[in-house]
């Protein structure tokens, strides 16, 4: 089974908020809906004054969410990513504490909780995540773990050889 | 589901857009990855342009004023009958007044603007006003007479060195770029030169970061010279073949040593010389210029000491470097505007006279516009007929515009919404969004490119600016200046190109060919042939043939007794990735991002006047003060304040909109010294006390 990633590299990230507002329009999140992908501004990091990071879900190895979520609506997926079932959701927001990402959110309306889905649907038709795909700096990047893992060993070991 | 390939114009305008259609609907925009400049890039506000389209708040018929003028009554009105009813107020002004009360105006780079210069010169109004004078127009210019073009940073030339002045471009693209060729550029891991008194991403990650004083750039740009031009870093052979007035230049610039110009822009001598090294010696490099060079009075100056060191590097017309381009084939801009149809009586009439070289362009500067409704000087203007601007927030002094435009006899407005400026109408007339639009789209033309924009559905009664202008004309009289529709226009800009409006829109988009080093065959598009350095045609006209420095009115060094009551410098107009000007605050996937004007001050600064990150304060200047939220930023200079514009709140109730509660221009001044030859407005460099403020 290939395993499939969404890679963040912080470093990277140029705070445009380009890939929430790709979540939303791709999620059909109305209104004030928060997004599954959120930019964080963090004013003075590593020697900058300026830095962006983008918290989505992890699709984490052992997921807490998982653990405590009482109907089973959350799974992991053997491709890697964990997804919610809405059917089986009950909002009751157990999960939502757990996540040390905040990357759960509860959705007011529909009265469940609603998360990101690596866009399943887009993948299927060979597309990218819509975040990855409207990222301009490469700050978030999605293929199979095997090979976003050589290519960082291969990238840090040209730095390192610099 | 149908996919049809456009271009967004949710800013200026140029990227790749995808729009899906379902049942004649459009369900999702993306990036085109097959755009030749933005290659998929799609930025938070193009992805929003769903949320802009089928915004419930559009207008979407035309509208006519029942009661008072701003007292928020309105009739729904045909089409026919609201431009009927229009063309014949116009031409009963005309025949008045004369055609030059009726003033014509347009916002930022609208791609039906030469359009609008068309129907004002049609109808003999030598009166359009834009932000032209204080936004790229001016480096167009001066860049003209400085070196025969517009130079582009060459991102495709693979700089080595990248400058970036007065912008923040990862956040906005601006002019004629995309804020994904600047990304792509980085990648390659070029210098890179920041010169901005805000601590951005990018100011962030610089090899050298000027923190520059704002208003002083073309101090820093004439210390950067001196360095340069002492140390023998320039390109002798580019210099000697293709300059003109280089020794001027160089003996002019001896005064501003590396420890004077430290006094005068607050950056050290150290780096000063630092940044002039790294750029002259780094083969190529690229200056990416930003329109704060242009917001002050020596907006000219700026432009032409920039120019000067693209030129005396020898980076002009090189790869990575700052290219001149070929124009696509297309019918120029000068007969598209029928300035032609203008007499020489009328042309002698056009308000803002005096400022040479925005007169030659046809822009007037909006301030005489004012000046000329309030006090019918030098003749009084008695209508506006305003296309997708908003000058209640956008021009200076914005109170001041608000008793101009009550006075005004007829006001149209053309816009989306039912802005500040178009609660003041007697008519509104509902504009079409880009997904509505078939058009040649302009943003990359300076770059070589233009684009084909492709409507893709259909929103009410709302018509696209074009139309509008076509529909107007015939009820004007002035059918023959203009064409039956839009497809016979746009025919007729493709015309030099041999190819159809839908010929053009199959293939996408129509690029010129990238040629280095034109020069070296026909010389630079200036009266010598050469670059400019020191300009005898400015000379000619009154204006100084060498850049210089002047203090802006308003700052600690001009006015020390006013910055004994006014502490801080205030800059405004930072850009959000979120907003365009004063557009997209009523959409919720934009709003979200930023919900509130942003003041940025260092840590120091809070700590003075007692507030914390988030807290409201009042930003005051002589003329007024304003409302926003305090966003602490370490690195910033604990002098400098740095507030945004175009600030109005759409949910609350009209006919303001609380346009004067948080709108920066209520504090800016529309009051002369101007950049002599543009009219240049100071916007970066005003002083201003900040306390808090409750709630």
Redesign the interface.
């Known amino acids: 089974m290939v395993k499939l990633t969404l890679l963040i590299d912080p470093s990277k990230c ?5 890939c ?3 979540c ?3 999620h059909g999140l ?3 809906a ?1 997004p599954f992908i959120k930019v964080k501004e963090v ?2 990091l590593h020697g ?5 990071v983008p918290v989505v879900c992890r699709h984490c190895g052992r997921p807490p969410c998982i653990e405590v979520c009482p109907t089973g609506a959350l799974e992991k997926t053997k491709e890697g990513a964990v997804l919610l079932d809405v059917e089986k959701c009950i909002g009751c927001g157990a999960c939502i504490p757990v996540c040390p990402f905040k990357a759960l959110v509860f959705d007011p309306e529909e009265g469940v909780v609603k998360k990101c889905d690596l866009c399943v649907e887009r993948v299927k038709e060979g597309l990218e995540p ?1 975040c990855v ?2 990222c ?3 700050a978030l990047v999605f293929g199979e773990t095997s090979s976003l893992i050589d290519e960082l060993r291969s990238k840090s070991a040209g730095q390192l050889a610099k | 589901m149908r996919v049809v390939r456009s271009v967004c114009r949710m800013c200026h305008g140029g990227c790749g857009a995808l729009i899906y259609v379902e049942d004649g609907r459009a369900v ?4 085109d990855p097959q755009h030749p400049v933005s290659r ?5 506000k193009g ?2 342009s ?1 949320q802009l389209a089928y915004h419930p708040d559009r207008l979407r018929y035309p509208l006519k004023r029942a009661g008072d003028r701003g007292g928020g009554s309105w009739v729904r009105v045909s089409w026919n009958e609201a431009l009927s009813d229009i063309a014949k107020r116009l031409l009963e002004i005309k025949e008045r007044y004369g055609a030059e009360a009726v003033v014509f105006a347009h916002g930022t780079n609208r791609e039906y603007l030469h359009m609008v210069y068309r129907l004002a010169h049609a109808f003999g109004s030598p009166n359009v006003t834009s932000p032209g004078y204080v936004c790229y127009y001016p480096r167009v210019a001066a860049s003209i007479l400085t070196c025969g073009g517009l130079p582009i940073a060459d991102y495709d030339g693979e700089p080595k060195c990248i400058m970036v002045w007065g912008c923040n471009p ?2 906005t693209s601006p002019d004629e770029y995309c ?2 060729q600047l ?1 792509r550029a ?2 390659r891991g070029p210098k890179l030169i920041v010169v901005d008194p805000r ?3 990018l ?3 610089a090899d050298v970061w000027l923190r520059i004083r704002p208003g002083s750039d073309v101090a820093l740009a004439l210390g950067l010279l001196n360095v340069i031009i002492e140390e023998g870093l320039y390109d002798r052979g580019f210099v000697e073949r293709w300059t003109v007035g280089f020794d001027k230049l160089a003996s002019h610039v001896k005064k501003y040593t590396p420890e004077k110009v430290e006094g005068l822009t607050w950056v050290s001598a150290g780096l000063i010389r630092e940044a002039a090294r790294l750029y002259a010696l780094s083969k190529p490099a690229c200056i990416q210029w930003g329109v704060k060079i242009e917001q002050n009075v020596n907006c000219t100056s700026c432009i032409r000491a920039l120019v000067a060191l693209m030129a005396i590097t020898g980076n002009l017309d090189v790869p990575g470097g700052n290219v001149l381009c070929s124009p696509p084939p297309v019918t120029r801009f000068t007969e598209f505007m029928l300035t032609s149809a203008l007499s020489e009586e009328q042309r002698r009439k056009r308000l803002g006279g005096e400022h040479k070289l925005s007169s030659m362009g046809s822009v007037v500067p909006p301030m005489h516009v004012v000046k000329a409704i309030l006090e019918g000087d030098p003749y009084p203007v008695k209508a506006m007929v305003v296309f997708g601007s908003n000058p209640l927030l956008t021009w200076p002094n914005s109170k001041l515009v608000k008793e101009a435009l009550m006075k005004l006899d007829f006001l149209v407005v053309v816009d989306l919404f039912m802005t500040p400026t178009a609660e003041l109408a007697d008519y509104v007339l509902p504009a079409a969004t880009w997904l509505e639009i078939d058009d040649v789209a302009f943003y990359f033309y300076r770059a070589g490119y233009v684009m084909a924009r492709r409507k893709a559905i259909e929103v009410d009664e709302c018509w696209p600016d074009h139309k509008i202008i076509i529909e107007l004309a015939k009820r004007l009289g002035l059918r023959e200046c203009f064409w039956e529709d839009v497809e016979e226009y746009l025919n007729y800009v493709l015309k030099p190109s041999g190819l159809t409006w839908r010929e053009f829109a199959e293939r996408g988009w129509l690029e010129a060919p990238k040629r280095y080093r034109k020069y070296e065959e026909e010389g630079f598009r200036t009266l010598s042939g050469k670059v400019e350095l020191y300009s005898e045609t400015l000379e000619r006209m009154g204006y100084s043939p060498l850049p210089d420095y002047v203090e802006p009115p308003e700052t600690p060094l001009s006015n020390p007794k006013l910055a004994e009551e006014y502490p801080f410098i205030l800059t405004t107009g930072h850009r959000s ?2 907003y365009f000007h004063s557009e997209y605050r009523q959409l ?3 709003r ?2 930023q919900p509130d004007p942003i003041v940025e001050l260092s840590p120091e600064a809070a700590k003075e006047i007692g507030v914390e990150d988030g807290d409201w304060v009042w930003i005051e200047t002589p003329r007024g003060r304003v409302k926003q939220r305090v966003k ?4 910033m200079h604990p002098k400098v304040v740095s507030a945004q514009h175009g600030w109005w709140f759409p949910e609350k109730p009209g006919p303001e909109h609380g346009c004067f509660e948080s709108n920066i221009n209520v504090v800016t001044s529309s009051e002369p010294p101007y950049d002599p030859c543009f009219g240049a407005v100071t916007f970066n460099a005003l002083l201003c006390r900040v306390y808090k403020a409750e709630g």
């Open positions: 140029i705070g445009c908020y380009a929430e507002v790709a939303k329009q791709e109305s209104g004030w928060e004013r003075r900058t004054y300026v830095s962006y819509s795909a409207h301009p700096s490469s | 999702r925009v993306e990036g998929g890039y799609m930025c938070a992805l929003a769903i990862l956040h804020a994904a990304c980085l990648e601590p951005t991403w100011a962030s990650r990735p979120a919720p996937w934009l979200s991002i602490v930023v370490p690195g």
